[in-house]
Nanobody, 119 residues
Framework: QVQLVESGGGLVQPGGSLRLSCLAS????????TGWYRQAPGKQRELVAV???????VTVDSVKGRFTISRADANKMVYLQMNSLKPEDTAVYYC?????????????WGQGTQVTVSS
């Protein structure tokens, strides 16, 4: 069974930076999609950034130029570098990884990590 563990969230002042990490464990044959999502209080979960199997990345307009998604396949890590944080970035951040495990596909979510941007 594939499991994800996120870390790196916390409280930061506006303009500050945080780096979120997501570690995947279990039997993973290949990863086809990795994304970071976030959910603010009272709002729906929204996509923040994705990276596909070719390394192509996409970030949504609200974080473009400030957030960067990357991954290290060798140790099954995915990162979200967040710079120039704003109060509106406050949310619970989730990583989502999809791929193949043996003969099955998987679509797994992390438990979420809280990011609070406040002075």
């Amino acid at each position: 069974q594939v499991q994800l563990v996120e870390s790196g969230g916390g409280l930061v002042q506006p303009g500050g930076s945080l780096r979120l990490s997501c570690l995947a464990s279990g039997r993973i044959s290949s990863i086809t999609f990795t994304g970071w999502y976030r959910q603010a209080p009272g709002k729906q979960r929204e996509l923040v950034a994705v990276i596909d199997s070719t390394g192509t990345t996409v970030t949504v307009d609200s974080v473009k130029g400030r957030f960067t998604i990357s991954r290290a396949d060798a140790n099954k890590m995915v990162y979200l570098q967040m710079n120039s944080l704003k109060p509106e970035d406050t949310a619970v951040y989730y990583c989502n990884i999809r791929g193949i495990s043996g003969f099955d596909s998987f679509n797994q979510w992390g438990q979420g990590t809280q990011v609070t941007v406040s002075s």
